[in-house]
């Protein structure tokens, strides 16, 4: 297959088929019929986005471009005072002009914000694009805007699933966040959720991205201060479940010239609990039941700032920066009773209490530039970055036991975790004749990480060392990556073919208490397709279809490779496994879409060397179980969706959906084999009802049958959110009053079959809220976008 898909590649490059052009006439006007000038007109190249012509419309509303018949463009039209106009466009040999009419913007003065009319999620090649609009007002973070949005699940642990086997990566402005799943959710929590531009789904992503993204990519697009003038907001919010939130913010946006720039502040007070209820039988016949108790008050900071500026009209730099703390101070409290069920006897019964107390700092820093080589799309663009990351805490635990005597166990402890990333990256595209466009990039990435524990006990009132749990581990990894990606129209048919190809090197020593090193270094390489056609039109909108087809890569992390014993209580530890092999995933999907809006898509996984969280008893102690990570098998995961909707512009629109997964695992367990099959449905939904002119209310959620979360069977479960927006002081203040999780459905009770371990139990966090934010824009934009009249330079040098 790979071989196949090189070949393939190489030959489209090579390819010269005779293409003709004719000349096609684009008209636009108001609804009244008359022409609109001085609107910008671009026509894209369906196959890459890029601008294949652009122009400005004449004083009869009319701009003429050279097509070529049969061809999939995208059609973008602009005029200050008027809605975007965005359709696709496939010329006829005979066809000379095409009229379009724009709708009116209703613009106040002063006014920062003209929403218009766009889908929640529409499909634009292999990715899709979430407009997080209808959904921020609703959310206090970033991590909240995920859960809401249709399609995503969000499990307690703050991993994002886009199917039911691997979670996905996640990205930020395009880049890899390569953190920990608790680290990644810490930062999604402080991120704003108004400074979110765009969120994009990408289930099987082009040779361009990183080939680590086996559950698919979450690209986080952040907002930039590309408004003209000085414009910004000022945010508050708060909501109450058992524990309260509070959040406050300011957003600064400003554009003079050639110059951007934008600010982003938030500071935000949470809390919240979750209930964690288990049964373990043990190999002896005990039973082994706990519930644990922990609340997470924290206090969390954040600051986005960042500059760009034009050095020409076809060189531009950009400069942002991220800086998060947070501080936490958790407090949990676990009851264990360990009993005979035969018998009804008490073996055991003891509270463990604990106290974790911990400041998180993050920065991430990065500069971008973008060469526009020239007006057919060929452009070069590079981005370095760096990031550092840092968790310092503490923690003290005490163990009051009551059976099978009265005694007492404590202890504290302290670790310093520090990350540091660089990442380099430079991607070039090129037009070539024949309408074939050609992509490759170079990128490599460095990572180091150091981590020192040091726990003591206290043993008959003496303070000694715990050697246990004090640990010192150092990891390094350095991933140096290559692609060349080319792509070729054929009438109706769009064909993209690429390769990545990547070398993967992985130390990491562990010195303190026993050395237990490890070394990778392997070199792979990930094919990539994607073709798609024009099927023919509904009701006036463009059908098209999609194959797509990806390999790609899951590396363990330093957290699943350190062999260290991480204490959760007297009955559980964690521990890494230094053997873990990554995992790889072959990824089929075939979709539809309805004029960009998706409608329906199944697909197919097949991961082989597939690692998961596996829970072993300890052969010292029956009482004792430990959770790791480990190679088990292979696993086939089979999946459709199915989306309907009706567009927004009038006063309803709703996007109803569901997706089926069906896994098929063999693999081994404890030295036997394990085979199970299992199918899980969710649906998902989101409706906006406009009451007014100024008020909206919205219905969000999700209901989940037959979940499934690794090797746990999950009962049913899902949420309903609603929110109600008005406006006021003339648009410029938003009041918005929701009520997440309405019918406290957002919980769920679990099952573990898993050789010799059989548990059950229940999870619950404190997800049902009431919630109030406001939001007041303000700023003055330019005097010629006020009175509505072109500026006939800036728009001819956006047009380029």
Do not use: C
């Amino acid at each position: 297959m790979q071989k196949f898909i090189l070949f393939a590649l190489f030959s489209l490059i090579s390819l010269s088929l005779f293409a003709q052009t004719v000349p096609v006439q684009i008209k636009l006007t108001e609804p009244t019929r008359e022409p609109i000038i001085g609107a910008t007109v671009q026509v894209l190249n369906a196959a890459d986005s890029s601008v294949a012509q652009a122009g400005l419309t004449d004083t009869l509303g009319t701009v003429s471009f050279v097509l070529t018949p049969a061809t999939p463009y995208v059609l973008v039209a602009t005029s200050i005072g008027y809605r975007e106009l965005r359709r696709p466009l496939t010329v006829l040999a005979q066809q000379r002009t095409l009229a379009f009419t724009l709708t009116e913007e209703s613009q106040l003065l002063q006014e920062v914000q003209v929403t218009a009319a766009r889908p929640l999620m529409r499909q634009e090649e292999d990715k899709l694009i979430v407009d997080p609009e209808p959904i921020v007002s609703t959310s206090t973070s970033t991590l909240e805007v995920l859960e809401k949005t249709p399609g995503l699940f969000v499990d307690p642990d703050g991993n994002v699933y886009l199917s039911s086997t691997t979670p996905a990566t996640i990205y930020i402005n395009g880049r890899e966040q390569r953190m920990s799943t608790a680290d990644i959710a810490s930062m999604l929590k402080s991120l704003p959720p108004n400074s979110i531009a765009h969120i994009e789904v990408l289930r099987t992503p082009s040779a361009r991205y990183d080939a680590s993204g086996s559950g698919g990519v979450v690209n986080i697009v952040l907002k930039k201060g590309v408004k003209i003038g000085l414009t910004g907001s000022v945010n508050a919010s708060l909501n109450q479940g058992s524990y309260g939130n509070q959040m406050l913010g300011l957003n600064l946006n400003n554009q003079v010239g050639k110059r951007h720039a934008y600010l982003n502040l938030n500071y935000a007070r949470r809390n919240t609990y979750e209930r964690v209820e288990t049964e373990r039988l043990l190999t002896n016949g005990s039973r082994i039941a706990q519930q644990a108790f922990t609340t997470f008050p924290s206090d969390v900071a954040y600051a986005g700032f960042g500059f760009g500026y034009e050095l020409s009209p076809k060189w531009e730099l950009n400069y942002d920066s991220r800086i998060n703390y947070t501080a936490t101070n958790s407090s949990s409290s676990n009851e264990s009773i360990i009993s005979k069920p035969d018998a009804g006897t008490l073996l055991s019964d003891n509270t463990n209490y604990l106290q974790n107390h911990s400041n998180v700092f993050s920065v991430s820093q990065g500069v971008t530039s973008k060469y526009k080589i020239n007006e057919e799309g060929a452009e070069i663009t590079t981005d370095f970055s760096y990031g550092y990351f840092e968790n310092k805490g503490s923690q003290e635990y005490q163990t009051l036991f009551r059976l099978p005597q009265v005694a007492e166990l404590a202890g504290d402890g302290e670790w310093t975790n520090r990350r540091h990333v660089w990442s380099g990256q430079v991607d070039a595209r090129y037009k070539l004749p024949k309408q074939i466009t050609l992509e490759t990039g170079l990128k490599s990435t460095f990572q180091g990480f150091n981590s020192g524990t040091n726990y003591f006990i206290e043993v008959d009132d003496q303070r000694e060392q715990d050697r246990f749990r004090t640990n010192t581990f150092t990891y390094r990894d350095n991933i140096n990556a290559a692609y060349l990606q080319g792509s070729k129209t054929f009438g109706a048919f769009l064909l993209k073919i690429g390769a990545r190809l990547e070398n993967t090197i992985m130390n990491g020593w562990q010195r303190i208490p026993s050395d237990t090193s490890f070394r990778i270094n392997r070199t792979d390489l990930f094919p990539y397709l994607y073709f798609s056609r024009r099927v023919g039109k509904i009701a006036g909108y463009e059908l098209r279809s999609y194959l797509v087809m990806r390999r790609s890569i899951t590396r363990p992390t330093y957290e699943y490779l350190n062999p260290f014993a991480r204490f959760v209580d007297q009955y559980l530890y964690e521990t890494g496994n230094p053997a873990l092999r990554p995992q790889f995933t072959q990824n089929y999907e075939v979709n539809i879409s309805v004029d960009e809006r998706p409608i329906f898509a199944i697909g197919r996984n097949y991961t082989q060397d597939i690692f998961t969280n596996v829970l072993y008893q300890d052969p010292r102690n029956p009482a004792v179980a430990y959770r790791s990570y480990d190679n088990l098998g292979r696993n086939a995961e089979t999946y459709f969706r199915l989306l309907g909707a009706i567009p927004p512009g009038g006063k309803y629109f709703f996007v109803l959906g569901l997706q089926y997964n069906y896994n098929d695992y063999r693999g081994e367990y404890e030295n036997s084999p394990l085979e199970f099959q299992r199918g899980s449905t969710t649906f998902f939904t989101y409706h906006q009802l406009k009451l007014g002119a100024l008020t909206t209310l919205s219905l969000n959620g999700f209901y989940r049958m037959k979940g499934q979360l690794q090797f746990y069977e999950l009962s049913n479960f899902g949420n309903v959110n609603l929110n109600l927006n008005r406006h006021l002081m003339n648009k410029k203040m938003l009041l918005s009053l929701s009520i997440s999780d309405v019918f406290f459905t957002n919980k769920y009770q679990f099952t573990l079959n898993q050789g010799s371990i059989a548990a059950s139990g229940a999870r619950i966090n404190d997800t049902r809220r009431v919630g109030l934010s406001l939001r007041y824009n303000f700023g003055v934009r330019k005097k010629e976008e006020r009175s509505g009249m072109p500026d006939f330079d800036s728009l001819e040098r956006n047009s380029r």
